[in-house]
């Protein structure tokens, strides 16, 4: 999706309110042209004459005028500022929508942080060519109601305001070209700074822990640097477009004044319509200088929207299949010869039903890529994974997701109650937290808390340390009761004698249902009815815990 797409979307969405808000915009603009009109028959018809009446219909009519612009102006912006609110909502909603699909893709190659920016600068940038639209839509018919009236009272004048307006406005087009490509630039900038600094705000005590705290700080200050001269670079462009753009209008009010004063003297034109040329010629710099403006925001809009757009058409991370998995789940997981990326190089894996399966990967990035392929956040690259006899690829993802639910390890929690956190997609509700809490040792975290379960939990579950924040996360998996679990590294920040208590608790809440654990550690290995050993991307040995322990050298090393 381009970025013309995208603000074609965002005006002709709010039509209406842009209409009517570029409607009395225009007639704001008409009645500014009027008043030095009135200004001037004032002169010729009340004043030279000496007429009294004459003179207070006008200024009667003068005060019409005044009121009429007034009410234009106020309620002109009004519905403007409107739709340009209404329009970035939407915009948000979309980005939102977008970024939440199932099907995934829009956060590739993108921080967090960079995201939020994007659904809230750009939308707002983008929504806002409404009121630029308004003001500029304004500014043509002053321009023009202007022409007009000059042209009433002399033809070459008129000729030359309404011949000069449109290369006038092709080189306004040209100088924002510049503004345009260095508005992108700062924006995107601006965007990975923002990303950063949140993914530094995320890892701060793990920075503290490892002693980076200096290698984070220079790595945020040459992000922040760049953006910094991105925006440097954009209020310069923006500066030689305001200076551009002054310049030319200058230009432009000089020539008609000094036509108008040469009519004048030779008397082409009467003493009103002398003073009325030249309030019309002050009042032309008004609607050349919105102009300038509305052509610098149109700029701004245009690079934002191009943003907005490489979101909103991303590609998905994974094919969008429709089917639903067989009714009811049994659970049944079937891998053959998957490949992805070097981390899985034709991987064959049979999980039975209720099936207590432990897998342990020499590599990192082969329990990575395994929890990829099986919450469907990525698609192999060749081979087939199934559920039940179907493919994943025929199935919807939020439909895989509902009944392969994988806990990754760095879970995050959420602003509320320990027992909100807990049951938030818990099928039973409340009534089986007590289960679940015991089975992830989470009980004694409650335990530990002032108000229990009804603790209020800061934003990720700060106010819990690292093992604390483990068990709460854990209990919210096995709460969900899905057919299939898929837990990775579950008890890094515990003791051992915790770690034990949990594998035990995981077996018994989740008998009779599938559930993989991905971990090196023992104490879960132990606990499961069969071990898979991942290595060179592909299983290299299965067993029960003890045997690979004592037969398999390699699965020895990496376990112990």
Do not use: C
Not at 195 to 212: P, S
Not at 329 to 352: E, P, S
Not at 451 to 468: A, F
């Amino acid at each position: 999706m381009r970025g013309r797409d995208v603000l074609r979307r965002v005006i002709t969405g709010q039509w209406r309110l842009a209409a009517g808000g570029a409607v009395l915009a225009a007639g704001h603009q008409a009645g500014e042209v009027l008043v030095p009109v009135v200004i001037g028959v004032v002169i010729d018809k009340a004043i030279l004459p000496g007429d009294a009446g004459a003179l207070v219909r006008w200024l009667a009519v003068l005060g019409a005028v005044f009121a009429g612009l007034s009410y234009s102006y106020r309620f002109s912006f009004r519905l403007a500022e409107r739709a340009s609110e209404q329009a970035a909502h939407e915009l948000r909603l979309e980005l939102t929508r977008r970024t939440l699909d199932p099907r995934g893709g829009a956060e590739t190659g993108r921080l967090p942080g960079e995201l939020v920016n994007i659904a809230t600068g750009d939308t707002k940038r983008a929504g806002g060519v409404h009121v630029a639209m308004a003001a500029g839509t304004a500014a043509l018919a002053g321009l023009v109601a202007g022409g007009v009236a000059l042209l009433w009272m002399s033809v070459p004048l008129g000729l030359l305001v309404l011949l000069g307006i449109p290369p006038l406005l092709g080189l306004a087009h040209v100088i924002g070209k510049p503004l345009e490509r260095r508005s992108g630039a700062e924006q995107e900038r601006a965007a990975h700074a923002s990303g950063v600094a949140a993914d530094l705000l995320a890892g701060l005590r793990v920075l503290k822990g490892i002693g980076a705290e200096r290698a984070a700080v220079a790595r945020y200050r040459r992000t922040s640097r760049d953006s910094l001269a991105a925006t440097v670079r954009a209020a310069r462009a923006q500066a030689w477009h305001d200076g551009g753009m002054l310049t030319l209008t200058g230009v432009f009010i000089a020539v008609v004044a000094l036509v108008g004063g040469r009519l004048a003297i030779s008397g082409d034109i009467t003493v009103g319509q002398l003073v009325t040329a030249v309030g019309l010629a002050q009042f032309l710099l008004g609607p050349l200088s919105i102009l300038s403006w509305a052509n610098g925001e149109f700029a701004q809009g245009r690079a934002s929207a191009a943003r907005v757009g490489s979101v909103l058409g991303a590609p998905p991370a994974v094919a969008g299949g429709d089917g639903e998995p067989p009714r009811p789940v049994r659970g049944g997981l079937r891998l053959r010869g998957v490949r992805y990326g070097d981390a899985l190089r034709g991987l064959d894996l049979d999980v039975a039903p209720g099936e207590l399966l432990g897998v342990a990967a020499a590599s990192p990035a082969a329990a990575t890529a395994l929890l990829r392929l099986l919450g469907r956040s990525a698609d192999p690259e060749s081979g087939t994974i199934e559920l039940d006899g179907t493919p994943l690829r025929d199935l919807d993802p939020a439909a895989v997701r509902r009944a392969v639910v994988v806990a990754e390890h760095d879970a995050d929690l959420f602003e509320g109650t320990l027992l909100e956190n807990v049951t938030a997609a818990a099928p039973g509700g409340a009534d089986a937290t007590a289960a679940v809490l015991a089975a992830a040792a989470a009980d004694e975290v409650a335990a530990n808390l002032p108000r229990g379960t009804d603790t209020v939990l800061t934003e990720r579950g700060r106010s819990l340390s690292g093992g604390q924040r483990q068990r709460v996360a854990l209990a919210r998996a096995l709460a969900a009761a899905a057919p299939v679990l898929v837990l990775h590294d579950p008890t890094t920040a515990v003791d051992a004698f915790t770690e034990a208590r949990i594998a035990a608790g995981v077996r018994e809440a989740r008998g009779g249902r599938t559930t993989i654990v991905v971990a090196t550690s023992p104490a879960l290995l132990a606990a499961a009815d069969r071990v898979v050993f991942v290595d060179g991307g592909a299983v290299a040995a299965e067993g029960a815990h003890g045997e690979l322990v004592h037969e398999h050298p390699a699965y020895r090393a990496t376990v112990l």
